[in-house]
Every structure is written in C-alpha cells, then in structure tokens.
C-alpha cells in the first residue's frame, strides 16, 4: 500500500508571504493526488487533483497554485497568502478503483 | 449539482448503545460510498466503504447500508466505545475518487 509523506506538519506564516507545501508519495505509480483544504472545524474542501504529470485541475479559484513535477510529487503553492488561507491542508492519493488516502496534513496559520 | 446531505451535526450517545449517522445523495448515478473517521487533530481515515451493488457490509462493530431507491447511505456503530469519538464523514461518487463529493460531517460524542 501507498505510504504519503507531507511536511511540514505545522507552519506559521505572515500574511503575504509565500508558500510551498510538499507531498510525496511512495509504493505506488502512477497515483491520482489530490489537495484538501480543512478549515477549522469544518469540512474537507478539494482544492486541486492530478491525475499525472503536468495535468492539474483546480475546484476552487483562490490564490493557490499546484504542480506536479514528478509522478509521486505533488506541490502546493501561493506566490501571497491570505489570512483566510490558515487551515489544515491534506494531500491525498488514489489509485482507481481503490480508496482515497489521506496524508498526516499540514496545519498552516497565516498571522 | 451533485450534494451530499449528512445527518445530523453532532450525535451524543452513551457507550455501549448504538449510533447511526445518515448521508443523502442528489446523483442517482452514484456507486461508491466511502465513510472516513476524522479523530482531533489527525487526517481523516477510511473506515468502511460501499458500492451500489451491495446493500449492507459490516467490518465487526461497524456497518454501511445502502439504500439505492431513496438514495441514502447509513453508517451504524455498535456497542460504542470511547475510541469511537470522532468526527465521520461520508462521500459519495459516480466515477473516481476526484468526484467524491463531501457530506459535512458527524461529531460523534461517547459519553462515559
């Protein structure tokens, strides 16, 4: 079974800073990857999938960006954050018709 | 558009009696019903799945039914346990896993 790798687990960031966001994925080719947002106490908000190389579809227009360099690298990104973009932030990875796995998440506080 | 309806907010049971949390779906397409358990602070973690061609699965004290004529979706719980405090979702889909589309979710309280 696939093993998701995401770090960091906690961040803290000023309003209008960058971000990058890192998940990784391993025991696997070829995985649908996705980013969920999760605001707090809330529910689980798709933000982005990839269902290969270079292929991103985005749910939500916001101020975020993804990438997906590699097979198994998937990449979060805001060239400047909002305080609304504090959250936990789940990367997670599929392989059809399996289930859908989630990472250990990022907690991000925009100050 | 496709809308999952969960049911209800937060459910307090005592332990040892049973829960039931309930999921209504728009899209009669949909086939794959997946329920996830969000324990404070940690990602959320598959705990039973469905698929439109059975009406019920259990995995020891945890259950699915599936209702496909009034399209809704149970997860039962049994013999409740403090461990079972949690928040559950559950999702539901008519292709892969990237149109899964969200219920809100449960909290679900075990009272001691």
């Known amino acids: 079974s696939q093993t998701i790798h995401q770090w960091p687990a906690t961040l803290v960031q000023p309003v209008g800073s960058p971000l990058s966001l890192e998940c990784t994925v391993e025991?696997?080719?070829?995985?649908?990857l996705y980013w969920y947002r999760q605001a707090a106490g809330r529910g689980l908000q798709l933000l982005f999938y990839?269902?290969?190389?270079?292929?991103i579809s985005s749910e939500v227009p916001q101020n975020l960006s993804a990438s997906r360099p590699q097979d198994r690298q998937f990449i979060l990104s805001s060239k400047k954050l909002l305080l609304s973009d504090s959250g936990f932030y789940l990367c997670a990875c599929s392989v059809d018709p399996s289930p859908l796995h989630f990472g250990n998440g990022t907690r991000l506080t925009v100050t | 558009g496709e809308n999952v309806e969960q049911h209800p907010s937060t459910l307090s049971v005592q332990e040892g009696d049973s829960a039931v949390i309930k999921c209504t779906y728009s899209?009669?397409?949909?086939?794959?019903f997946p329920w996830y358990k969000q324990e404070l602070g940690k990602r959320p973690q598959l705990i039973i799945d469905?698929?439109?061609n059975v009406g019920e699965k259990k995995d020891q004290r945890i259950a699915v039914t599936l209702n496909k004529t009034a399209k809704h979706f149970s997860l039962h719980i049994t013999e409740t346990q403090p461990e079972d405090s949690a928040v559950y979702f559950c999702?539901?889909?008519?292709?892969?896993?990237?149109?899964?589309?969200w219920g809100a979710g449960t909290k679900l309280i075990i009272k001691p």
């Open positions: 990839s269902v290969g190389i270079g292929q």
């Open positions: 899209d009669s397409a949909s086939n794959y």
């Open positions: 025991g696997t080719s070829n995985p649908n």
């Open positions: 999702a539901a889909s008519f292709g892969s896993n990237y149109q899964l589309i």
């Open positions: 469905i698929r439109s």
